[in-house]
């Protein structure tokens, strides 16, 4: 019953069968790792990860740590067979009710519980053992004698008869007990490696997940970048429109008014020549000569054509504009001004960002503290005692970032303390000298830094130090690398912002952030989503 009730406990709520490469989440809940990396997997879509047993929920798809206790328990309980767990040997002479036997004679073929052991024969061919059902499995098929012997040149078990008259005559032979220790030392070195290869598989696995994880997290972010910026280009491109819009809108009006007054003026002018012309028809008409000569203002009869040249000359008749001789220049600008964006996005002048910069402790050296975030390298007088490693730099109060850049454009910002500021600030080869002058960031080929030393600024690469004409003004600066091109810049974060240096070089190895400090700390800053590089 408590062998059922174990193997219960040892069944996945997914698959409902015993664990395979057990593993287990942040609320304590173990699952195989087959079925719920396929359960994860189905709430990527949506996004909202949970337990399947508990549906307590994460933020983001939880991390699977390998339950290293299941497993060994799971290895322990498969190598036990279920029946020989659940069943057990009763003694063979006890017919009236079963009893649990304690041993077995291998000569008699028997069980026997602790009556009838005490009263077994003690003779020699009498052998005892463990209790077993298999009891003929020990003995010779041949010879029907007990195996108490192996023979190492045809790996079998023979008894002793086999080793004078049967076919073993002659092979060299060992105890059971000899050959058994021999093969479980061999089995325990195969063990033991194959444990090493399961443990560096699963340090694999472990490293592909997280790579994968990142993977992940980067397409995401990349995919918010490419949304925000195609969302800031549609509402630029819709603030040109309706700019472009309103002044056609504004010219179409304007153009209008003046149209309609023009046609008004005309409209008046036609209806006094309507007038003249019906008056001078009257006169055509009439017979008596006496009342057409004697019409008085005989002046308004002049020719109408003459009069109309008389009017134009006051400038009432202007010939209006075409309707394509719309003003354009407003127009034109604004067209431009699209152009301009689109050509900005093409040249890469906005920078993605900021680089997220961790430091690694494992490089610093023993006379610079690191804050609990990586974030603060601050130098000290109390030696940190970290272990000596290759990699952990000697002396000059330096560190470096846990991970290099191979490619893109990244920026960063850093900020120095108020009492002394930060000393040394760039980037560096990983395969930099740990140790004597040659390791100091700027004094060798593998380094490129900005250094500031009494209120001014110098850059250093190979040991050539530029001194740079500007004066500091701020604490803060921002180092922006452009990997495929080659150039590594430094820029004061003043009002406004401002270039100091560029680097230009064919950069041959990852370049990781360098740090030296001195009499201070250097803080590592945050940054704007989008950057857009001074010119």
Not at 43 to 52: A, T
Not at 81 to 93: A, F, L
Not at 356 to 366: E, F, M
Request: charged share 30%.
């Amino acid at each position: 019953m408590a062998s059922a009730d174990l193997r219960d406990e040892l069944l996945c709520s997914i698959c409902l069968s015993t664990y395979t490469d057990p593993v287990m989440l942040r609320c304590g809940h173990n699952f195989c790792r087959m079925c719920i990396d396929q359960a994860l997997d189905t709430q990527d879509e949506s996004g909202v990860y949970s337990c399947p047993d508990c549906r307590e929920e994460f933020p983001e798809r939880p991390a699977l740590m390998r339950n290293f206790a299941l497993r060994n328990i799971m290895e322990n309980f498969l190598f036990i067979p279920p029946t020989q767990m659940e069943s057990r040997i009763c003694c063979t002479y006890c017919v009236d009710s079963p009893v649990p036997a304690v041993r077995s004679c291998l000569h008699c073929e028997a069980s026997l519980c602790d009556k009838h052991l005490r009263v077994h024969s003690k003779s020699p061919e009498h052998v005892l053992s463990d209790p077993s059902t298999s009891l003929e499995k020990r003995k010779c098929s041949v010879h029907k004698k007990i195996l108490e012997y192996y023979c190492t040149e045809d790996a079998a078990c023979i008894c002793v008869s086999c080793s004078f008259i049967g076919k073993h005559r002659g092979h060299q032979v060992e105890m059971l007990n000899k050959a058994s220790e021999k093969k479980k030392k061999r089995l325990k070195n195969v063990l033991q490696k194959l444990i090493t290869k399961t443990e560096n598989t699963d340090e694999k696995v472990q490293s592909l997940e997280e790579r994968r994880r990142k993977a992940q997290e980067q397409a995401v972010g990349k995919a918010k970048r490419v949304t925000a910026l195609c969302t800031d280009i549609r509402r630029r491109v819709d603030d040109l429109e309706k700019k472009v819009l309103s002044e056609i809108s504004r010219q179409e009006k304007e153009e209008s008014l003046s149209l309609s007054a023009l046609i008004h003026q005309l409209e008046i002018k036609k209806d006094e020549l309507s007038r003249k012309m019906r008056h001078i028809e009257e006169l055509c008409n009439m017979t008596d000569p006496l009342t057409v000569l004697q019409e008085p203002d005989t002046g308004d009869l002049c020719d109408p054509e003459e009069e109309g040249g008389d009017e134009d000359t006051g400038g009432h008749d202007k010939q209006p504009h075409d309707g394509d001789d719309l003003d354009v220049a407003v127009i034109s600008h604004t067209l431009h001004t699209l152009c301009d964006v689109i050509s900005g996005i093409r040249s890469g002048i906005y920078v993605e960002g900021p680089a997220d910069i961790l430091l690694d402790v494992n490089t610093a050296a023993n006379n610079v503290h690191i804050s609990d975030d990586l974030k603060i390298a601050t130098e000290t007088r109390e030696k940190q005692n970290r272990p000596e490693t290759a990699e952990r730099f000697q002396n000059n109060s330096q560190v470096i970032s846990q991970w290099g850049f191979t490619s893109g454009q990244h920026y960063w910002d850093m900020e120095g303390s108020s009492r002394s500021g930060w000393s040394m600030v760039g980037m560096c080869y990983p395969s930099i000298d740990r140790r004597g002058r040659q390791s100091l960031i700027g004094f060798n080929i593998k380094s490129w830094i900005l250094s500031r030393c009494n209120n001014q600024y110098s850059v250093v690469h190979d040991s050539k130090q530029i001194w740079l004409p500007h004066k500091i003004s701020s604490d803060r600066v921002r180092i922006h690398l452009d990997y495929a091109a080659g150039q590594l810049s430094f820029y004061e974060l003043c009002d406004p912002i401002r270039h100091l240096h560029t680097f230009t070089a064919a950069f041959t190895e990852p370049l990781h952030a360098a740090l030296c400090v001195c009499n201070g700390s250097i803080k590592i800053l945050g940054g704007s989503r989008r950057w857009k590089k001074p010119s």
